[in-house]
């Protein structure tokens, strides 16, 4: 049972399971465990990054190449909830036509990206992907009698939504389901034909892979990931606007996650997610307390300041690229 | 022997076509300079932040994603120095001005070139030949960085006040023309002919030209192509500081994220001229910088998008760019 679900991909370090089980337990627990509405949201931030960042490493981590245009994804998601949702009435209907078409959307897109940049090399794609989602970020801004513009969109759910208990649930139990789905697909045939892509191009190829074709429905199958946890963070934050979604300072956010919690393992974004949401949260309180401790020291507060945590973040970013590739669930599993 | 490559004409001739072409679209003369003057001088300010990354690239097959920090850190530099030299800028002498904007310049070049130093030795050096980890290492120097930005100074925009002589315009036939966008142009041509001078009659410019194309070669000819690298870099940064300075003086405020905002349209640039090639991205530059002015005066909503259609347009013509390099 529990080698079907996980599918046969177990965390395989006892560290790494404690972690696993601890974070499984604290969301599924969390409306009961953290009752306040800060920690509740943190609960449900930390469950849709999971999703968004499982399935940019699909991509990333498996499959070995870079895209800019996830948080483009995450934004059609959201955006699809949110203008079904504030311009059509807040009936099921509705709903069910904005996840509908922004996932219609997002898979026609990263269709048409991906046929027509995978063919070349990474650094071309991640540049082609880097413009497109920036245009993208610029129609969500100019259109705005149909996007809401820089204010974004706030809007009304069905009734049965509306309850906090209900939506917590929601968007854990998809993402949690959708999780599984992508670590099925990672330990399928198709998933070792793409870290293949990710060894050895040119002898996949030659094995007679058609690379381009592995590629892009990896590409799609990682929109699709980023476009359901764009629609699961609409529905709970009831709202969308450019700076949850479409920001660039997301997909940066994205890149931590990934790296810091491991490439090419899933559970590292697990991992990632919930270190880099916690950091987000309260690193700065403590940052705050170390700040005023060294009030009289020169450039040291400032280095320490609440605003400044994104910079150790960075550090830790850079350190984990060279010397562990496979962040910390890689360094969780190795043999001692 | 001296072979000649024939040149390749037709996407030169495009930068006068679409000028000419949006001269009946646009209908009045006078506008029609302005706008191209403009134009010019937004792409002679992109070539000079641009050339840097697409040499970079050329050579050493590196794509800094962090190059935006450059910018910013050179905006910086001169926003530092001139806001310490007020008496110079309000003299309202083009000398005193000078006088100013010299040392702010240099300042920009400097502490730009020293940071692509410290980034080619540190940062970037551990990973030649590895794409996804060059793209992950820059992103996360891009972090660093800009947060680093904030700790030296501050986390706000701070204003970059322009000197008094070249604010402002002067009307010529008709047409009003800031006397900024000028300066822009000259200096951006001084700058193209001085990499080209130094490209294609110095034996350095020949050893670069030689490595882009085979660094084996170059290498087992007996050059060390590491140091060349590294000259080319710090060249790269600081080309991007100065760039960095002069779009900071013409949108007169600076901001840690500006260079990030410049990034994408450099990107297009370097797309669109084809990645490696120094002419192609001056081409580019001058393409994206007269389409984003036409387009902004003739259909606003389109303007902002009209780089991104260039791009499709180009790459669909030529799909590796106009000036193809040899590798790709």
Redesign the interface.
Known sequence: MLTRLLSGDFPRSRVLTALLVGILVALALAPFIFPGTRSLNVAAKVAVFVLLVASYDLL?GYT?I?SFAHTMFFGIGGYGVGIAMAKMGTGWGALALGIGAALALSLGIALAIGLLSLR?????F???T???A??FQ??AS?LSPITGGEDGLTFRLPELLRDRLVSYYVVFGVALALFLVLLRVVNSPFGRVLLSIRENEFRSEALGYRVVTYRTVANCLAALGATVAGILYAIWLRYTGPDTTLS?NIM?DI??MV?IGGMGTMYGSVLGATIFVLAQNYLRDLMKLASDALAGVP?LP??L?P??W??W???L??LC??YF?TGIVGKLRAPR | MKTRIKTDWLPLALVPVIALAALPLVGSLPTWVTLTVAGLAMGMMIFMMASGLTLVFGLMDVMNFAHGIFISVGAYGAATVLTRMTRQMEAGSLASDLSAMIPAVLAAVALAGFLGWFFERVLIRPVYGDHLKQILITMGGLIVFEQLIHVVWGPDMIPLPRPSAITGSFILGEAAIERYRVLAVIVGLAVFAAMWLLLNRTRIGLLVRAGVENPEMVESLGYRIKRLFVGVFVAGSGLAGLGGAMWGMYQEQVTAQMGMQVLVVIFIVVIIGGLGSVGGCFVGAMLVGLLANYTGYLAPKLALGSNILLMVLVLLWRPRGLFPIGKA
Do not use: E, K, S
Request: charged share 10%; proline share 2%; aromatic share 12%.
């Open positions: 990333l070995g870079v070349v090399r990474a650094i071309f991640a540049m082609i880097l413009a497109v920036a245009f610029i129609l100019q660039f940066i890149l931590l790296v450039l400032n280095l300041h605003d400044r994104l910079l973040l960075g550090v970013f850079i690229v060279y590739p």
